[in-house]
């Protein structure tokens, strides 16, 4: 039953009170005192980047997801880029990847001359299907990119068995999944080679950031080239043997993070499990509540896997209400709640409708998805009474619209 008094409110778009004065985000960062104090710290020291702030921040983190290797970068799209290019990603190379991600994932495939092949999602969790990446695996397959939505791990054991079968490498876009964990194994260790973000609406942030961890050291080896403009040897090294010289073999990028973000970045490590852990509490808190709300279908979460909740997305059942969406959107908004949608799918972009030719009904679970999907604020920093207004401004517009 949705029926409360709340039925007879007005909604803000038609002219009632909102909910919320001021709009809540549907995401934020989290800084506290220590995180101001390690930034301001590195700041004077000698070296603002390339120093040793770097390496213990890499260590710490490999440390975190137990990798043998953790490789910063400036972005999490860096982090694809180099992942990409530790694979030697070339023309004529597929990578498959979902159509419901960022468009960085499929982009980062573009960037070394490679194409994206678009495999549809799983309806209840929106994760990559396993079944669409075996229809899509070919002669030019290299690689498969599972992205773990919202900050649930994709089936990873799955994954594993069909790159095996074809001889793939297996790469985790957890972007979305840092502190997350799949079968008791840590997010960042899922895969051959795992790409983080660390821009501020995800888990933990240093401004900008991303991080490459793997077990491979040559590959870490060539992504530490790759971030520095393709140069063999760093400037340690070089002073080390008291030598200028040094060679590029093959161009790289400026891709570097600096040491007062790798400072943010060790500072907010420590704090992720606790962040994740509330993220989970908000998202009990939704489940609880949209269970007696039968227009609201949360995505769905597996029990084998722990998500970190860097999204909270719900799917509206159209057929019981009498508004699309958009109007939900917008209603929501109103209200002040700073709803959005992640992602429209990939594959219906003008960049590769245009140069791969992908059209509607390319991936038809993702495409109905895209339709009825919301997401819902979901970040450490929000109170209970922030959590309240969310559910009892989704209450509100569900109840006005109800069929
Ligand atoms: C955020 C994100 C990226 C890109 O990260 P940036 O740090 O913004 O470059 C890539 N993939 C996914 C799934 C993301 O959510």
New binding site residues.
């Given amino acids: 039953m949705e029926t409360t008094v709340q039925d007879k409110e007005a909604l803000a778009i038609h002219g009632g009170e909102p909910v919320r004065e001021e709009t809540l985000a549907y995401g934020g960062q989290t800084i506290e005192d220590d995180d101001i104090h390690a930034v301001a710290e590195t700041l004077r020291a000698d070296l603002l980047t390339t120093g040793p702030k770097v390496d213990a921040f890499e260590e710490a983190f490999a440390d975190f997801v137990g990798t043998k290797e953790a490789v910063a970068v400036s ?6 880029h180099a992942a990409m290019h530790a694979i030697d990603i070339g023309p004529g190379d597929e990578v498959i990847v979902p159509t419901i ?2 468009a ?2 499929a982009n980062s495939v573009t960037f070394e001359g490679g194409t994206p092949v678009f495999a549809d999602v799983d309806p209840d969790t929106l994760l990559i299907d396993p079944e669409s990446v075996e229809d899509k695996v070919g002669p030019d397959t290299k690689a498969i990119v599972g ?3 919202m900050g649930q791990p994709c089936q990873y054991d799955t994954l594993r068995d069909i790159a095996e079968a074809h001889d793939l490498v297996l790469l985790d ?1 957890a ?2 999944a840092t502190g997350g964990s799949y079968k008791g194994r840590p997010v960042g260790s899922l895969a051959d080679l795992n ?1 983080f ?3 501020p ?2 888990n933990m942030t240093t401004g ?3 991080m490459i961890t793997t077990d491979d050291a040559g590959w870490a080896k060539k992504m530490r080239r790759f971030r520095n403009h393709g140069i063999t040897s760093t400037h340690h090294e070089r002073a080390e043997e008291g030598s200028w010289y040094y060679e590029i073999p093959e161009a790289g990028y400026n891709y570097r993070l600096t040491d007062f973000q790798c400072a943010l970045g060790m500072s907010q490590l420590q704090k992720l499990p606790g962040w994740v852990e509330r993220r989970r509490e908000i998202a009990a808190r939704y489940d609880e509540a949209f269970r007696s709300m039968e227009s609201i279908e949360p995505v769905e979460r597996r029990d084998d896997a722990t998500c970190a909740y ?1 999204l909270y997305v719900i799917r509206l059942a159209l057929d019981r209400l009498k508004a699309d969406r958009k109007t939900l959107f917008e209603a929501l908004q109103a209200e002040g709640i700073g709803v959005n949608v992640h992602y429209i799918p990939v594959h219906l972009q003008p960049h590769y409708r245009e140069n791969l030719g992908t059209e509607p009904g390319l991936c038809p679970n993702a495409e109905a998805a895209y339709e009825r999907i919301l997401t819902l604020p979901v970040f450490p920093r929000m109170t209970e009474s922030d959590v309240e207004d969310v559910i009892r401004a989704v209450r509100k517009v569900v109840s006005t619209y109800r069929r």
């Fill in positions: 972005n999490g799209t860096a982090a694809l991600t960022f960085a994932t992205v773990d939505y876009d972007c979305h790409t973000s660390l821009h609406v995800k900008e950031g991303g860097h």
